[in-house]
């Protein structure tokens, strides 16, 4: 059974950067598709990227140009690099592929 373990999460300031990491096991990456979402209070889950197995990234509006999707499927690992952050990034992220989901991890980012 595949499962997915989301770090990296931490408290910030606005402005800087944060690396968020998606382990995987139980399966290889191979050609699966990944996605980065995120949840913030009171808010309902939104997109925020996805990377397809050949390593083609999307993103949503409120983050392109800030943040980078990536995979490195030797380490099972899928990444989200944020930089710029700001408050309104705030939520606890998600990592999904394929109806599986990690538990989240917080990103707080204060002004």
């Known amino acids: 059974q595949v499962q997915l373990v989301e770090t990296g999460g931490k408290s910030v300031q606005a402005g800087v950067s944060l690396r968020l990491s998606c382990a995987v096991s139980g399966g290889p990456l191979s050609n699966r598709e990944f996605n980065w979402l995120r949840q913030g209070a009171g808010k309902l889950r939104e997109f925020v990227a996805s990377?397809?197995?050949?390593?083609?990234?999307s993103y949503a509006d409120s983050v392109k140009g800030r943040f980078t999707i990536s995979r490195d499927n030797a380490k099972n690992t899928v990444y989200l690099q944020m930089n710029f952050l700001r408050p309104e990034d705030t939520a606890v992220y998600y990592c999904n592929s394929l109806g599986y989901w990690g538990q989240g991890t917080q990103v707080t980012v204060s002004s």
């Open positions: 990377i397809d197995g050949y390593g083609r990234p």
